[in-house]
């Protein structure tokens, strides 16, 4: 079975600390994504990536960054926690072009920031 | 930018019950358009699509029919069953990019 992997399914952090969200996918997948998911709001685009070592901002990209030095791996990072980062965190995957449009969605990270 | 809107849940229905759940986009040229589902603890699956104006797209029963001229995919699905109860988000993909823009999701329960 193809695979998007996150590394943990709670996490429960304190205001300023640096948070690391690990997302491994199996498929060989060029094109990876963070949404962060809330109530009411649905999935909102947080960064994506096309290629190893490229990046683009979603829709709210503020307060985080990423990193995809490898094809397989993608990374959230929360630069300095805050409460309202408290979300579920949603990793996905997809191949490029036109028939390839599906995404592959991890099971999410249900952060807590205190 | 291109946005889709869906309606506003929660929505219960009673088994066997007729099933629209209304989505409308905004976009230039012609996006990708997809219904996607979400089950109790699981992570998001596809559930359809439709790549171009009427197209049809059909799973498990749901159809949704992509309507430029009204700019909607609204999802249909003629009698559920309590194993459809999920949250359902319409989503679409820019013709000229690679990124998928979701709906606020609408959870539906069917009560037995």
């Known amino acids: 079975d193809v695979k998007v992997t996150q590394s943990s399914r709670y996490l429960v952090k304190r205001t300023g600390e640096k948070v690391f969200l690990e997302c491994v996918q199996d498929?060989?997948?060029?094109?990876m994504f963070w949404y962060r998911q809330d109530p009411g709001l649905g999935l909102r685009l947080i960064y994506f990536?096309?290629?190893?070592?490229?990046?683009e901002k979603g829709d709210i990209p503020e307060g985080y960054s990423v990193s995809r030095e490898k094809k397989e791996r993608f990374s959230l990072i929360l630069e300095s926690a805050s409460t309202n980062q408290t979300s579920m965190y949603l990793c996905?995957?997809?191949?490029?072009?036109?028939?390839?449009?599906?995404?592959?969605f991890g099971s999410g990270t249900q952060l807590s920031v205190l | 930018g291109d946005s889709v809107t869906q309606m506003e849940g929660p929505v219960t229905l009673s088994e066997e019950a007729f099933l629209t759940i209304n989505c409308t986009y905004t976009?230039?040229?012609?996006?990708?358009l997809f219904w996607y589902v979400q089950y109790p603890g699981e992570g998001l699956q596809l559930l359809l699509k439709?790549?171009?104006?009427?197209d049809k797209g059909s799973n498990k029963g749901f159809e949704a029919t992509y309507r430029k001229e009204t700019t909607s995919f609204h999802l249909e699905k003629g009698s559920v069953q309590v194993s459809d109860s999920a949250v359902y988000f319409c989503?679409?993909?820019?013709?000229?990019?690679?990124?998928?823009?979701f709906g606020a999701g609408t959870r539906l329960t069917v009560k037995p």
């Open positions: 976009a230039t040229g012609y996006p990708s």
């Open positions: 439709a790549t171009k104006a009427d």
């Open positions: 996905a995957s997809s191949s490029p072009g036109q028939g390839n449009e599906k995404l592959f």
């Open positions: 990536s096309y290629d190893v070592k490229m990046k």
């Open positions: 498929m060989d997948h060029e094109n």
């Open positions: 989503a679409l993909r820019p013709y000229n990019n690679n990124d998928m823009r």
